[in-house]
């Protein structure tokens, strides 16, 4: 009955190697996010999906990149990680971006990134 | 986007009523204010949403003054539970209310 899901909750790797984040909604909505939360708990959005569109893409490095097979799925791929990666990322969705007012987004628990 | 301003953290009791004021000066006609809270080890969760006056649900409430620079988040009667991380959004859509910022980070103690 989860909302919002997220795998791998934790992800502990190598510096150089490639990994996915993988996440699932089951809302319904038209569009989906992700976002990097940082040590000192800044939440920032990277990239947003409507409708399997990239809408939003924040300045994120190439080695960051969304993939949306449909519109319940976004999973991000991140290439050649790098120490300063290591972060929490949550993935989120919502009804439709363009639509409002008062639109709110729900958010999964997060997947713990450490780059070693 | 309205850049919001909010405490870096308080401390409270378990009872007592927490006050968290967000400032929003450059906030739009269109815009709504909405809150977020975030437990440790967890994604942030709607709590309430307004647009002017005053707004309650079974969580919190919300006032806002007439000219809308500022809102406070009330939150009555908090308890050890309640100890997370509260942010302030301003924006029309959630496609807008994107900078989350760092958010206050409220700890209640016995």
């Known amino acids: 009955d989860t909302a919002v899901s997220q795998t791998p909750k934790y992800l502990v790797t190598q510096m150089g190697n490639d990994k996915s984040i993988k996440c699932e909604q089951n809302l319904g909505h038209d569009t989906m996010y992700w976002y990097k939360q940082d040590s000192k708990k800044f939440l920032k959005i990277m990239f947003s999906y409507n409708n399997k569109e990239l809408i939003i893409n924040e300045t994120v490095p190439n080695r960051f990149s969304p993939k949306s097979p449909d519109k319940a799925h976004l999973n991000l791929h991140i290439n050649s990680l790098e120490l300063g990666d290591s972060a929490v990322y949550f993935c989120a969705s919502s009804q439709n971006q363009r639509t409002g007012p008062g639109e709110t987004q729900y958010f999964g628990p997060g997947t713990r990134l450490l780059v070693l | 986007l309205a850049k919001t301003t909010q405490p870096i953290s308080m401390d409270s009791y378990e009872g007592q009523e927490v006050n968290i004021t967000c400032s929003h000066n450059?906030?739009?006609?269109?815009?709504?204010i909405t809150w977020y809270q975030q437990f440790p080890s967890q994604g942030p969760r709607f709590i309430i949403q307004g647009y002017k006056t005053k707004v309650t649900n079974e969580v919190a409430s919300l006032f806002i003054p007439a000219d809308r620079k500022s809102s406070t988040l009330s939150l009555p009667r908090v308890s050890l539970s309640d100890t997370a991380v509260y942010y302030c959004?301003?924006?029309?859509?959630?496609?807008?209310?994107?900078?989350f910022g760092g958010g206050t980070r409220l700890m209640v103690k016995p």
């Open positions: 959004l301003v924006g029309v859509n959630a496609g807008n209310m994107l900078t």
């Open positions: 450059n906030i739009a006609t269109n815009d709504y």
